[in-house]
């Protein structure tokens, strides 16, 4: 096999890794923040849950939360999977997996900000969705910034483990040429891809945090 | 008339007495400073008056609407919409001014007229400039809160609770976050207000200010109003305890 044809090969696997982890984001963002606030509920039964719910997710090997989506409802239920699950259960399993790590890093932004804040808003009248909204996330989100750098990068990285449930990413594809021409090529290869990865996410992070560097 | 009206005022944290049965009314026009030792509730007042503490008994209302009232030894406060309401009678300026980091110096000024009070953003801005004008700052309209020094801050912040057009309005020890050189810009836009009848509560630790600016000076002390009186009375009184704070903090 050529270099042009492993390099094109691993390119049709980058699309499935940057769409893994484009996903990911999408849902795990939001879903952090949904956790982060059941986190620090009021009402002790939502927040034993999530506490849990998080204590779980960051105790245990993502690879193997990976494998209990994917053949869980067959295991457990004897649900027929089809084969349109597996990227599914990628997404799925990656979505709740980073929420959990998602939602600590709101949380700590969250109980950061000076109660000074809320009060101000309070007496200006703000309700209670405009004051979180309004005031206190844009400013939450500049100080984690650089936390959420750090998960992010880690997630291109993880994309990798999908490899487990055979979801046909970079990795995935690479192990399979590796191993069928007997050369390390395609995994030099593909480490490149992901440091390139890597090295755009970086720089567009960077980016975002010069964007909201007008104010300190 | 009474624009405000404290009566029996009751807080207490962990049940450790701060306010010990407070009774104070405020006419229109007036300005009220409140002095005392740390620790002494004076600051609770304010954030009870300003409803960011809950009482644990007494009664508040503003011109003549109230917004807690007492029932079974509990305090009971007004619906949402009262609230809404009698919020917008009042404004707060804090010991560390709390401006909006990420907004400019106008935003902070007319973003909650236009989100909250549905003010015409033109109509905001207008009333926001003139503000600023008149407390010299009108360079500063699009600055960011850390580019400014600490009175400069303070004086955005008084211009965020006056564009709101309250009736009464609350200092929290105004330059206590100060240095000596720039509590002398706030304490003078202080002046104006009550110079245009601007009715005033102030919590603060400078006595000569206090005596200049006030009709009426309240001294606390463990949670009870000790003395009260016209600058001229608290300054001349027999009370020993007063003298000796007076005293102490005017040196």
């Known amino acids: 096999m050529s270099i042009q044809m492993i390099i094109l090969q691993l390119g049709k696997g980058m699309i499935v890794s940057v769409e893994i982890f484009m996903l990911t984001l999408l849902f795990s963002l939001p879903l952090g923040l949904i956790v982060a606030f059941g986190r620090m509920s009021k009402n002790s039964i939502i927040r034993t849950v999530t506490k849990a719910y998080i204590s779980i997710m960051r105790g245990t090997p993502l690879m193997l939360q990976l494998l209990v989506v994917y053949f869980g409802p067959y295991y457990a239920f004897k649900v027929r999977i089809g084969s349109g699950y597996r990227f599914v259960a990628v997404i799925l399993a990656f979505s709740i997996n980073y929420a959990a790590y998602f939602a600590e890093i709101y949380r700590s932004g969250i109980e950061s900000m000076p109660i000074g804040q809320y009060e101000a808003a309070k007496v200006l009248g703000y309700g209670k969705a405009q004051t979180f909204f309004k005031i206190i996330l844009p400013q939450v989100i500049k100080r984690i910034l650089p936390s959420i750098t750090n998960e992010i990068i880690t997630l291109v990285k993880d994309t990798s483990l999908a490899f487990a449930i055979a979801q046909a990413e970079m990795f995935t594809v690479a192990k399979q040429i590796a191993a069928a021409q007997t050369t390390i090529m395609p995994l030099m290869t593909a480490g490149l891809f992901y440091y390139i990865f890597n090295l755009i996410v970086a720089v567009a992070m960077e980016k975002i945090e010069k964007a909201f560097s007008y104010y300190r | ?251």
């Open chain 2, 1 to 251: 008339m009474k624009l405000l009206e404290m009566n029996h005022v009751r807080k207490e944290f962990d049940g450790l007495g701060v306010l010990k049965d407070i009774s104070l009314s405020v006419e229109e026009g007036e300005v009220v400073s409140i002095i005392g030792p740390s620790g002494s509730g004076k600051s609770t007042l304010l954030r009870c008056a300003t409803m960011l503490e809950t009482m644990d008994g007494g009664e508040l209302k503003y011109m003549g609407e109230t917004a807690a009232s007492e029932k079974d030894g509990s305090c009971i406060y007004a619906s949402r919409e009262d609230l809404k309401r009698i919020h917008s009678y009042f404004g707060l300026v804090f010991q560390n001014f709390n401006l909006f980091p990420h907004y400019s110096v106008l935003k902070n000024i007319t973003d909650s007229l236009i989100h909250v009070d549905k003010v015409p953003r033109q109509e905001a801005e207008e009333r926001a400039e003139k503000l600023l004008a008149q407390l010299g700052l009108s360079d500063k309209r699009d600055a960011y809160p850390y580019q400014l020094s600490g009175g400069q801050q303070q004086r955005v912040s008084i211009a965020r609770a006056l564009a709101k057009q309250p009736r009464i309005l609350f200092f929290d020890e105004p330059t206590s976050a100060l240095d000596p050189e720039l509590t002398g810009e706030v304490l003078r836009v202080i002046k104006d207000l009550a110079r245009q009848h601007m009715t005033m509560i102030i919590v603060t630790h400078e006595m000569q200010f206090a005596k200049e600016v006030s009709d009426r000076i309240i001294f606390m002390e463990e949670g009870v109003i000790k003395e009260q009186g016209t600058p001229e009375e608290l300054f001349g009184t027999d009370n020993e305890r007063v003298r000796e704070f007076i005293g102490h903090l005017s040196k």
